[in-house]
T-cell receptor
C-alpha cells in the first residue's frame, strides 16, 4: 500500500527562523515520484517540486531546499530564513505510476509570525 | 490566462439538490482529475480522465458522476447532495504519462445545508 505521512500537524515559527517540514512515504514500487505542494490561505494549490526515486540529490531553490533519503523513505522540505508569506499548508505527495494518481499526506500548517 | 479554471468558486445548496461544477484547462493536457479536500484539509483523488476516457474511479458514491465532453473539460455532477459532501473540490490537469506534475484549479467550495 502507498502512504504519505506528515507527522507535524502545525508548526509555528518567528520570521527568519529556519524550518523543516517532514515527509515519510511508504511504497513497494521501485519507481515513484515525490511532490511538494503549497496551499496558501487563498486556497489554491501551488506546485513546488517533483523528485524521482532514482535521484537522491538534494535540491535548492532560493530559500527552499529538499532532502530526499531513500534509506529512511523521507523527503523533507526546509525553508531557510522564513517569511510571513511562507505561511501556508504544505502537502507532500507520492505518485507510483499507473495513472498518475497523487497520494497526499495530511499536510503541515506552517505559521510564520513577524 | 488562467490555466485551470473552475466554476463556480462557491456553491451553497440544500440537501437533496443536484449540482454541477465545471472545469476547463487551456494547457493542452490530456489528463484531468477531480480531488476532494475535506474540512481537515485532507486531499483525496476522486476521478481521472485521459482523452475523455475514465481511468481512475476511486471509491466514490454513485451520486458523483464526472463527464468529459472533450479533453479540455471535466465536469462533476453531484446528485442528491448530502451534508457530508461539503468540501472543497479541486480540478487538476497534467500531460499524459505517469509522474507528471498536476496543475490545480482554484477550487470550488461546496456547502450543503
Amino acid at each position: 500500500a502507498q502512504k504519505v505521512t506528515q507527522a507535524q500537524t502545525e508548526i509555528s515559527v518567528v520570521e527568519k527562523e529556519d524550518v523543516t517540514l517532514d515527509c515519510v512515504y511508504e511504497t513497494r514500487d521501485t519507481t515513484y515520484y515525490l511532490f511538494w505542494y503549497k496551499q496558501p490561505p487563498s486556497g489554491e494549490l501551488v506546485f513546488l517540486i517533483r523528485r524521482n526515486s532514482f535521484d537522491e540529490q538534494n535540491e535548492i531553490s532560493g530559500r527552499y531546499s529538499w532532502n530526499f533519503q531513500k534509506s529512511t523513505s523521507s523527503f523533507n522540505f526546509t525553508i531557510t530564513a522564513s517569511q510571513v508569506v511562507d505561511s501556508a499548508v504544505y502537502f507532500c505527495a507520492l505518485s507510483t505510476g499507473g495513472y498518475n494518481k497523487l497520494i497526499f499526506g495530511a499536510g503541515t500548517r506552517l505559521a510564520v509570525h513577524p | 490566462d488562467t490555466a485551470v479554471s473552475q466554476t463556480p468558486k462557491y456553491l451553497v445548496t440544500q440537501m437533496g439538490n443536484d449540482k454541477s461544477i465545471k472545469c476547463e484547462q487551456n494547457l493542452g493536457h490530456d489528463t484531468m482529475y477531480w480531488y476532494k479536500q475535506d474540512s481537515k484539509k485532507f486531499l483525496k483523488i476522486m476521478f481521472s480522465y485521459n482523452n475523455k476516457e475514465l481511468i481512475i474511479n476511486e471509491t466514490v458514491p454513485n451520486r458523483f458522476s464526472p463527464k468529459s465532453p472533450d479533453k479540455a473539460h471535466l465536469n462533476l455532477h453531484i446528485n442528491s447532495l448530502e451534508l457530508g459532501d461539503s468540501a472543497v473540490y479541486f480540478c487538476a490537469s497534467s500531460p499524459t504519462g505517469v509522474y507528471n506534475e498536476q496543475f490545480f484549479g482554484p477550487g470550488t467550495r461546496l456547502t450543503v445545508l
